[in-house]
């Protein structure tokens, strides 16, 4: 848990209590950084707690895409089914006011669409399974995996340093089986 630019541990009894009260959003990339959190609070003014729990995903991978952050020159992350896959991401029990922010950061209906995956296995480490987890899947070309080979790179295979030198191919679709939320206000799963 991350509160006041610290982490605390997530207890069984915290975790419990915020399962069924909040929206279990898939983070990865970037978005599983302590200080991603912290930037989240200062620039987006992100209230209250982040609650967040390591997750075995299975059959899904985070990948880098295919376009650049303007800002920065850096590749950011997107999701891919990758069917044999596992790998370790977080899950992010975010209020509806949290989730807000999240949308401004993830440029939702532009970049990134957030939306109900199907695809996939998502495990917290404490070992049950989440029947409902929301993800943020990218919506445009420059948010689709990159192909270098007609494969997508995966982050856990390259830094992001080296990364932001890849050429390639966008893929046409992420691979995924969701359900894409409607962006309007208020448009909260849960």
């Not at 990339?29 to 997750?55: D, F, M, Y």
């Not at 989440?130 to 990218?138: D, R």
């Not at 494969?151 to 890849?166: S, Y």
Request: hydrophobic share 40%; proline share 7%; aromatic share 6%.
């Amino acid at each position: 848990m991350h509160v006041d630019g610290a982490g605390y541990e997530l207890t069984p009894e915290l975790l419990e209590s915020v399962r069924h009260e909040r929206i279990p959003v898939l983070a990865y990339g970037s978005n599983v950084c302590p200080s991603k959190i912290t930037w989240l609070r200062e620039e987006l003014g992100l209230p209250g707690p982040a609650v967040v729990a390591r997750a075995e995903c299975r059959d899904l991978a985070a990948v880098w895409s295919t376009g650049l952050r303007p800002r920065d020159g850096q590749r950011p992350a997107t999701l891919t089914a990758a069917p044999g896959v596992t790998e370790w991401h977080a899950v992010w029990f975010a209020t509806p006011e949290q989730v807000q922010a999240l949308d401004v950061c993830e440029a939702r209906g532009a970049a990134y669409d957030l939306a109900r995956l199907h695809s996939g296995r998502v495990r917290l480490e404490n070992g049950s399974v989440l029947e409902e987890v929301y993800a943020y899947v990218g919506r445009d070309e420059g948010r689709m995996p990159l192909l270098v080979g007609g494969e997508p790179v995966r982050m856990d295979e390259l830094p992001q340093r080296k990364a932001a030198m890849l050429t390639g191919t966008a893929a046409t679709t992420h691979g995924l089986d969701v359900t894409v939320l409607p962006v309007s206000r208020g448009a909260c799963p849960g």
